[in-house]
């Protein structure tokens, strides 16, 4: 294919996927999702990885198109293959649950690898899971914890609760309520009902910090509101 050619799909290929983000974003309608759905298909015909991804994300929870977790792990896993680390976590996502595919704990911790070695931030997170629990690699529990910890740093959410539920159980480091009870405060700021729920019971028990009703009541309020 000549260069020239080249480059007007790579063109093309942008152009249709900047307009299927805006069908999905602004859609009111099936029939918008529907729009978004052919204009993605058309892109990823073209070569764009970002819409081989969102075809993953569409297949998966059925957004313009019928639920079909089986496409939904091919694109995902057409999208990692291009180097997609949005598509590598998700591939490793599928493997663990063993949607669409047999379960498979190596496959999804070498999936997993490879998103959090492109940037993925949550891949870290779900490293350290499987660290923890010996999911398809040896149990570490150290190693589990040194993972959300540097997920937490980067802030994902879920790995700073983590990270708070390890120092409040001493599990993979040295037990420590006060640090316990800084992770969970930076992800109950963040809106994580279940770290403003734990956030009621340190205040309540005095667990790494000092006993303060109202605070307590609070935190456990705020956790109902968010839902938990």
């Known amino acids: 294919m000549p260069a020239q050619l080249k480059n007007r799909g790579s063109s093309d290929a942008r ?11 602004g859609g009111r309608s099936f029939q918008d999702l529907r729009a978004g759905f052919n204009l993605l298909k058309q892109a990823a015909d073209l070569g764009s990885v970002g819409a081989l991804e969102w075809l993953g994300v569409a297949y998966d929870f059925g957004w313009g198109t019928r639920r079909n977790r089986p496409l939904a792990f091919k694109h995902y896993l057409a999208a990692a293959e291009a180097g997609s680390a949005y598509g590598e976590y998700h591939v490793g996502v599928l493997y663990h649950e063993g949607i669409a595919i047999r379960k498979n704990h190596r496959l999804a911790v070498l999936w997993a690898r490879r998103a959090a070695k492109h ?10 899971l499987c660290y923890r629990f010996g999911q398809g690699v040896t149990k570490n529990p150290r190693k589990g ?4 910890l ?8 879920e790995a700073q609760c983590s990270v708070g539920w390890c120092f409040s159980e ?3 480091v040295a037990p420590d309520p006060k640090q316990a009870f800084r992770w969970y405060l930076r992800a109950a700021k963040r809106g994580h009902d279940g770290a403003a729920r734990t956030l009621g019971y340190f205040y309540e028990t005095g667990r790494g910090v000092r006993i303060d009703r109202r605070k307590s009541e609070f935190w456990y309020a705020r956790a109902r509101q968010l839902g938990g």
């Open 145 to 148: 914890f040194q993972l959300h």
């Open 119 to 128: 940037g993925y931030v949550i891949a870290l997170h779900a490293l350290g």
């Open 150 to 157: 540097q997920a937490a740093k980067r802030g994902e959410i």
């Open 15 to 25: 152009g249709l996927f900047a307009a299927a983000k805006r069908k999905y974003h």
């Open 170 to 172: 001493g599990e993979g």
